[in-house]
């Protein structure tokens, strides 16, 4: 028989890519959304008639519980959160309540619906913030340096705590920074992607970032997932750190974004605000995703500069069929 599994976030880029890795592997899959006055269904909209969509809201104890009742899932996939980092400082608490509660919440569902179920919750090299080694693996000190990173930290410690105290097979994917053209244009990468189209295009004239030295380790979202699922099929639950390996500045993002889009040089567009530097700032992220290399046998397929490539050719697509250029 085919496995159920519950997506919380699905409407976003990675529960898109999720639900079709799920699709593809025969799964049932429903997908949690929080119930608004209107569809947000974009990213899932090609596989929507394949999916079940169920309301609920991780800031409500008793809808979450109602739904794993319901629905029996074999996995749950905690994905969705307060996700923009920025974001977390003007709404700590919110962040605070969705991010870090939310988990608990989830977890709790499990354990008094059915303790059989397994879990994934989605983990943040935020949590590494103002880092004590580099690279940064499974037993490197967490020291968050927002309330992102801070309810983040909250929400993989519960889930350790969980399964060390009732035994739920729980785990935690640390995800460094995984990009697609998917990505919301709030995110620095997809700001980056979407500004250099507009400006190959004659959209716009210039492109406002805040600060260009920050160093990530970016990957594509679609290898990410797959790791996900990887987590949930092994014989134990564990955690581990899901990334390239590779770090790069967002000055070097910027560099082959406007070099993708036939602009040349960036330096005649891109204006440096400081509306956009972070209150702390984290400088450099960089992961060892050896252990899932070993356990898992996981490893990204799209490097770095293919990635780039990947989403400023689709936003110039995008753009293009809705100017008619």
């Not at 260009?212 to 380790?217: C, E, I, K, Q, V």
């Not at 390996?245 to 567009?269: C, K, N, Q, W």
């Amino acid at each position: 028989m085919s496995k159920t599994a519950l997506v919380t976030g699905i409407t976003g880029q990675d529960g898109s890519y999720l639900a079709e890795l799920l699709l593809e592997k025969g799964y049932r899959v429903v997908g949690m959304t929080r119930r608004t006055s209107t569809e947000v269904h974009e990213r899932i909209e090609h596989i929507v008639d394949e999916i079940e969509i169920v309301s609920g809201d991780l800031l409500d104890q008793s809808s979450i519980t109602s739904i794993v009742s319901e629905v029996r899932p074999d996995e749950i996939y905690n994905l969705a959160a307060q996700s923009f980092v920025p974001a977390s400082w003007s709404q700590p608490v919110l962040t605070g309540e969705f991010t870090a509660l939310g988990v608990t919440r989830v977890l709790e569902a499990i354990r008094h619906v059915d303790p059989k179920i397994r879990f994934y919750q989605a983990s943040s090299s935020e949590m590494f913030g103002k880092v004590v080694e580099t690279p940064q693996c499974e037993t490197t000190p967490f020291y968050p340096r927002s309330p992102y990173g801070v309810a983040k930290a909250y929400g993989h410690w519960i889930t350790v705590n969980y399964r060390e105290s009732y035994g739920l097979f729980a785990c935690s994917g640390i995800c460094f920074n995984h990009e697609s053209q998917r990505r919301g244009k709030e995110f620095v990468t997809r700001k980056i992607t979407d500004g250099a189209a507009r400006i190959k295009l004659g959209l716009a004239n210039d492109l406002r970032l805040g600060n260009l030295d920050a160093h990530r380790d970016w990957g594509y979202a679609g290898d990410y997932v797959r790791a996900m699922w990887m987590m949930l099929q092994q014989r134990q639950p564990d955690d581990y750190v899901i990334a390239t390996g590779r770090t790069h500045s967002v000055r070097d993002f910027v560099r082959i974004a406007f070099e993708v889009a036939g602009l040349g040089s960036f330096e005649p567009y891109v204006v440096t605000d400081p509306r956009f530097v972070r209150p702390a700032e984290v400088d450099l992220l960089v992961g060892d995703a050896s252990k899932a290399a070993v356990e898992l046998g996981w490893k990204p397929d799209i490097e770095f500069e293919r990635l780039v490539a990947m989403m400023v050719e689709a936003d110039i697509a995008r753009l293009r069929a809705r100017v008619g250029a």
